[in-house]
Every structure is written in structure tokens, then in C-alpha cells.
């Protein structure tokens, strides 16, 4: 078996992990995990989304977050944008990537962002073009790529077609989502081949919420058909407003300790980002739901 010599980890922890929070996080403890986070060795961070302040208020702080942040060099620094108001919202603070999220199934497409997927394709399709002529690279999410919270299984073909809609305005990259976490190997790896179908190896990362256990045997099947980019977050925080039940993505710590011991590299410290977990799960008053990094942690007290 022939695996990635390396893997770009995107940790998505600031955006996807806070968005899900009851309470209010400050902007200065989102900067103080995306500090921690470059110290660590991350090169790419999905900072924030400028999206409805009405529909996600926990993501109100976009501006300021992005304001806040001590940007190192060499580090990617991304953020949603679901129409022209948050491109335009998001352009003032100068991201080096934008992402579209799209969706696989029409029910979770209209709970999410309040349109057809067909609509949110014509939504994006002037995002995709402004952000190109700014020089800002752009990222799509095919969000329920395996199944739905509320249709259920996905087939296949869904994520193929998606794919070929973002491809045809513009989206440079996408991640295959698994929104909900239901998704096995083999399943995974079929929504895999369908987006591949439109993109690139190096143009597809894996997304998988851990909602069921199953986020590392899907990574570990992703790495076998030889996709190197994968969203992860860390103290493995998060889940989406919208697929209620569903927790956060793998921690990227479980990720980079699988990695590590497989000789893969991912120029992440994996200590200091214990650490960066361990920050803002003491913030949020709880353990990190990370199994290596309490199991590291617990080493550390000896
Ligand atoms: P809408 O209500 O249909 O929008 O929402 P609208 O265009 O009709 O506008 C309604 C109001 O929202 C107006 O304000 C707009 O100005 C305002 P009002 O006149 O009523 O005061 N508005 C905005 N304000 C700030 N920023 C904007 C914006 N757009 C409109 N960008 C909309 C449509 C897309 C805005 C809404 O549905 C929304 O914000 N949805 C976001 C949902 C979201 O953030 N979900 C979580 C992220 S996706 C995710 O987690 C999945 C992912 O991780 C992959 C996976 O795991 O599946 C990526
Ligand atoms: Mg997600």
C-alpha cells in the first residue's frame, strides 16, 4: 500500500468548532487558538465565516477576529463566504481564501443557507469570480456528501454532480463533507471516486465529522487512495448549527498522531498542539474530545 509522503492539515477548529458553541466565545481567545495553531505548525486555518449574523450570531465577530490576528508568514488563513455580502464583508480583511458551501442534498442545501442548490450555485458563482480577480483562492464544501440529517442516505452520483457545479464556476478545490459523521470507508471512498471525477487529487480534501467514530478509518481509506488534504479540528470542537446530533470533526490530533506513526509528515508539533486544545478546551470548560491528546495528556502528569 502506497500512502502520501505528507498531508496538509487545514485545522478548522476556529470556524467550524466555535460556530457550534451555546455560548459566546470572545474574539480574543478565537485569535489566541489561531496563534496557537500557526505555533504549532499549521499552515492553513478556516479562521471564521461571514455569514448571517441572524443565523449563526456565534460567528458575528468575523471582522474582528480577522482584524486580531498576528498573521504569520507561509500560513493560509480562510473563511466562509455564502454570497456577495460576505465576500464583500470578507474581502475588508484580506483572507487568503474564501470557501462556498454547497450541499449534496436539497434539504440540507435550503436548512443551511436557505436555497436550492442550484440557487446557491448562481449565489457562488460571482463570489468564485470576484475572489479570483482579487487573487484570493477559492474553496468549496460539498457538505452531506454521504448522507443527509434529513433525507438520509446520499448517493454517489449527488456528490459527482455538485462537484461538477462548483468545477464549471470557478472553485479551485473542494472537501468532500461528512457532515453528520454517518459515513464508513467504503462509502466514503464512493463519494471520494465521484468528486475526483471533476478534480484533481491534490484538488480534494476529506471532511469528516466524527460523530459516529468512524472520522479515522475514513481518513485512513482517503490516505490509501492517495488524497492529502484533509479539514480537521482541533480538541476536535465543532459540528454545523444545521445537522443538529452531529459533533465536532476528527481532532486534529487524533489525525496528526495517526500520521505521525505512520511516518507521514505533517509539520505540525504535535505537543504544542496539545497545547492549543488543551487552551480552549480549559476555555470552554471541558476535556478535549481527542483521544490521543488525553491520552498524551495523562502521560504528561506521569
Ligand atoms: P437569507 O435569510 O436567505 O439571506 O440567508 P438574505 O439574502 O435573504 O438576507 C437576509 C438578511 O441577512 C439580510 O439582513 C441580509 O443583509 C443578511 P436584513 O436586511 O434582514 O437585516 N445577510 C447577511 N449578513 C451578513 N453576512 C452575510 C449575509 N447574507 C445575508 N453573508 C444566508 C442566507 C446564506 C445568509 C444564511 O442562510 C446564512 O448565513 N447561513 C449560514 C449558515 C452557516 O453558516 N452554516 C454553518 C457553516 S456550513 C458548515 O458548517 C458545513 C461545513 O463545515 C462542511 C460540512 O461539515 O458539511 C462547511
Ligand atoms: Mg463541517
Given at each position: 500500500?502506497k500512502y502520501p ?14 460556530q457550534?458553541e451555546?455560548?459566546?466565545?470572545p474574539a ?11 505555533d504549532?505548525g499549521l499552515?492553513?486555518?478556516?479562521v471564521t465565516s461571514f ?5 449563526v450570531?456565534?460567528?458575528a465577530?468575523?471582522a474582528?477576529v ?7 508568514p507561509g500560513?493560509?488563513y480562510?473563511v466562509l463566504?455564502?454570497?456577495?455580502k ?9 483572507p487568503?481564501?474564501?470557501?462556498v458551501?454547497?450541499?449534496a442534498?436539497?434539504?440540507f442545501s ?5 436555497c436550492?442548490?442550484?440557487e446557491?450555485?448562481e449565489?457562488f ?10 487573487n484570493i483562492r477559492v ?6 456528501a454521504?448522507g443527509?440529517p434529513?433525507?438520509?442516505?446520499v ?5 459527482e454532480?455538485?462537484?461538477r457545479?462548483l468545477?464549471?464556476?470557478?472553485v479551485q ?9 454517518v459515513g464508513?470507508p467504503?462509502?466514503v471512498?464512493?463519494?471520494m471516486?465521484?468528486?475526483l471525477k471533476h478534480y ?10 466524527d460523530?459516529?467514530?468512524q472520522?479515522?478509518g475514513n481518513?485512513?481509506?482517503c490516505l490509501?487512495m492517495?488524497?492529502w488534504?484533509?479539514d ?7 459540528g454545523?448549527p444545521y445537522?443538529k446530533?452531529?459533533?465536532?470533526n476528527v481532532a486534529?490530533e487524533?489525525v496528526?498522531?495517526?500520521l505521525?506513526g505512520?511516518?507521514i ?6 505537543d504544542k ?17 481527542s483521544r490521543?491528546a488525553?491520552?498524551l495528556?495523562n502521560?504528561r502528569l506521569?
Amino acid at each position: 500500500m502506497k500512502y502520501p509522503s505528507k498531508v496538509k492539515i487545514i485545522d478548522v477548529g476556529p470556524r467550524d468548532g466555535l460556530q457550534n458553541e451555546k455560548a459566546q466565545v470572545p474574539a480574543a481567545v478565537k485569535i489566541e487558538l489561531v496563534h496557537r495553531l500557526q505555533d504549532a505548525g499549521l499552515t492553513e486555518i478556516e479562521v471564521t465565516s461571514f455569514v448571517s449574523p441572524k443565523w449563526v450570531p456565534q460567528m458575528a465577530d468575523a471582522a474582528e477576529v480577522m482584524a486580531g490576528i498576528t498573521r504569520k508568514p507561509g500560513v493560509r488563513y480562510s473563511v466562509l463566504t455564502p454570497n456577495m455580502k460576505g465576500f464583500e464583508a470578507a474581502v475588508l480583511s484580506n483572507p487568503d481564501e474564501i470557501v462556498v458551501f454547497a450541499a449534496a442534498s436539497e434539504a440540507f442545501s435550503q436548512r443551511n443557507i436557505n436555497c436550492s442548490i442550484a440557487e446557491s450555485i448562481e449565489r457562488f458563482r460571482p463570489v468564485a469570480e470576484a475572489a479570483r480577480a482579487h487573487n484570493i483562492r477559492v474553496r468549496g464544501a460539498i457538505s452531506c456528501a454521504v448522507g443527509c440529517p434529513y433525507e438520509g442516505e446520499v448517493a454517489p452520483a449527488r456528490v459527482e454532480m455538485v462537484a461538477r457545479l462548483l468545477k464549471d464556476i470557478g472553485v479551485q478545490h473542494i472537501g468532500v463533507a461528512d457532515t453528520i459523521g454517518v459515513g464508513t470507508p467504503l462509502k466514503v471512498r464512493r463519494a471520494m471516486e465521484a468528486a475526483l471525477k471533476h478534480y484533481a487529487i491534490d484538488e480534494v480534501s476529506g471532511h469528516f465529522h466524527d460523530t459516529y467514530g468512524q472520522a479515522l478509518g475514513n481518513t485512513l481509506i482517503c490516505l490509501e487512495m492517495g488524497i492529502w488534504n484533509y479539514d480537521t479540528s482541533s480538541a476536535g470542537l465543532g459540528g454545523c448549527p444545521y445537522a443538529k446530533g452531529a459533533t465536532g470533526n476528527v481532532a486534529t490530533e487524533d489525525v496528526v498522531y495517526m500520521l505521525q506513526g505512520m511516518g507521514i509528515d505533517t509539520g505540525i508539533d504535535l505537543d504544542k498542539l496539545i497545547d492549543a486544545g488543551k487552551f480552549i478546551s480549559d476555555y470552554l470548560e471541558r476535556k478535549p474530545n481527542s483521544r490521543a491528546a488525553t491520552a498524551l495528556l495523562n502521560k504528561r502528569l506521569g
